[in-house]
């Protein structure tokens, strides 16, 4: 279940002293993976995945202890921006294309793919329980997720259940019974 | 127990399926890529900021023109905007702009063109009242795609010469009596700070209502209704004008018979508001204060402690009305 060990390495934690370079290298590769579990386009990932620091070099109040939760909070918020946006795209595109579409073979089995499924509850989830999943499948601990979302830790267990119970349901009104 | 393997399993399931999602595991970002990426926003950005500083420069300043430097007919109908702005009118004059001004305003303010600012809360804390924005201004200005900025205040004066009122109702053909004990009376502008939002689609512009001093005691009515006549208003449009002050503290904008531009009345959340609509190539914005630029909309309104202006060259009508509709 660990994707990604280590998520939240020890980096300069004093704002006034806040490496910017240090911490864009020891997280950047982990913030883009998160990103890319969600837009699934590795090349979206990473430009995504500058946007987050380039925000967070624009946000003082973000540079300190915990910029590491802020940075992954907003990574996980970005990105499910752009899946909301990706889907939202093919919907106009689906509109717009004169009569119906043929799907190639490849196109088609992407689509039943359980990425897409999946993509596609994860989008129509409310933000908060989307991040929470996204983050526990990336490995982070209940207190990182905490940290990160910046919610009771003890409550993330509760939380957590809610949004499991919130995904299946969601996956079953579309998809019928899961396995 | 059942309740407990229910939860199991869904954890597990939701698990396998997020699990789905992980990037391949021979995928290694680029941190190099990354900061080359980060670096090319950071220059747009500041390219973006610096284009957003010059768009709202340029648009203040026209906005402060437009609402400041008197239109040649006259500084008095100036005052008047500034001053009556509780329901916004418009009267079309029946002659076309002249370049003679018949009172010269002297500022006594320094100038002040606005500075920029980056929260609500900071133009709050600049202008001294908090701006009041539609939601999808507080979102684009949160996302750095609007822009704020806080201008102002301005402080003005006008003289009142006796003699040269009297000679240009006279080049009319009026005959009004201008009590002499008015020669050299000085009557006050005053403007506080004005918020301005400079958003893709236009401006909105809003400040406290200005306010007119006089000596006490003074016929600010009767003097504004002998001060149109001799700016090109006719006798009885310039009686309506003093009726509509002196009742309901209504606000006029004298519209040049020159000017292209065709107003009227639209209804809005909060009253009354006034749209003038500008199809043609020209800029008209020097005719009158509530004039519009090239092919632009210009809507102004006002709540109860404040007046709103609100421009645009690319919104719709309905859009900007529903704009100034989503103003909480």
């Not at chain 1, 009569?99 to 993509?119: D, F, I, L, M, S």
């Not at chain 2, 079309?92 to 305003?105: D, G, H, K, V």
């Not at chain 2, 005959?175 to 005053?190: K, L, Q, S, T």
């Not at chain 2, 006089?214 to 001799?230: K, N, Q, S, V």
Request: one cysteine or more; a positive charge.
């Amino acid at each position: 279940m660990k994707a990604d060990s280590e998520p939240f390495p020890e980096v300069s934690t004093e704002a006034d002293a806040f490496d910017f370079d240090s911490v864009f290298r020891a997280e950047y590769s982990r913030i883009a993976r998160v990103i890319a579990r969600v837009v699934q386009d590795s090349a979206r990932a990473e430009e995504i995945a500058s946007e987050v620091f380039w925000k967070l070099s624009r946000t003082p109040r973000a540079q300190g202890a915990n910029s590491s939760g802020w940075v992954y909070r907003t990574a996980t918020r970005m990105a499910l921006d752009e899946l909301r946006k990706q889907l939202r795209r093919k919907k106009y595109e689906r509109l717009l294309t004169p009569g119906r579409a043929t799907r190639t073979p490849e196109q088609y089995h992407q689509q039943t793919k359980e990425q897409g499924r999946v993509r596609l509850v994860l989008a129509r989830l409310k933000k908060p329980q989307s991040q929470l999943l996204i983050l526990r499948s990336h490995g982070l601990t209940y207190d990182e997720i905490a940290q990160a979302l910046d919610i009771n830790p003890t409550s993330i267990g509760t939380l957590l259940r809610r949004a499991e119970e919130a995904f299946r349901k969601e996956y079953v009104r579309r998809y019928g019974q899961y396995q | 127990m059942d309740n407990t393997n229910k939860h199991t399993n869904t954890t597990e399931w939701v698990d396998a399926c997020l699990a789905e999602l992980a990037p391949p595991p021979d995928w290694q970002p680029n941190p190099d890529l990354g900061l080359a990426h980060l670096r090319s926003y950071e220059r747009q950005a500041k390219h973006r900021r610096r284009v957003q500083r010059e768009a709202a420069l340029a648009i203040l300043i026209a906005f402060v023109l437009t609402l400041t430097v008197p239109a040649s007919r006259g500084i008095a109908r100036q005052l008047l905007d500034r001053f009556y702005m509780r329901t916004p009118e418009a009267v079309r004059s029946t002659t076309p702009r002249s370049e003679s001004q018949l009172f010269i305003m002297e500022y006594t303010s320094p100038p002040f063109i606005g500075r920029f600012v980056s929260s609500a809360a900071e133009a709050r804390k600049e202008a001294g009242f908090s701006p009041l924005l539609p939601p999808i201004l507080v979102e684009q200005i949160a996302s750095g795609l609007a822009v704020l900025k806080v201008s102002g205040p301005i402080d003005a004066h006008i003289k009142i010469r006796v003699r040269d009122l009297m000679a240009a109702l006279q080049s009319r053909g009026i005959g009004a009596n201008v009590p002499r004990d008015w020669d050299g009376v000085e009557i006050g502008y005053h403007l506080g700070p004005g918020i301005l939002v400079a958003f893709l689609g236009g401006t909105l512009g809003q400040s406290q209502r200005p306010a007119l001093i006089t000596p006490p005691g003074f016929p600010l009515i009767d003097f504004t209704e002998i001060a149109l006549e001799g700016a090109g208003l006719t006798a009885s449009e310039a009686h309506n004008a003093r009726n509509m002050l002196a009742d309901s503290g209504g606000a006029f904008s004298l519209v040049p018979s020159d000017a292209k531009s065709n107003f009227h009345d639209v209804s809005l959340k909060t009253g009354r508001g006034l749209l003038f609509e500008n199809d043609t190539d020209n800029d008209e914005r020097q005719k009158c204060s509530f004039c519009p630029g090239p092919h632009e909309l210009v809507l102004t309104w006002a709540a109860s402690d404040r007046i709103f202006q609100l421009r645009s060259q690319t919104m719709t009508v309905d859009q900007v009305v529903a704009l100034a509709n989503s103003i909480n």
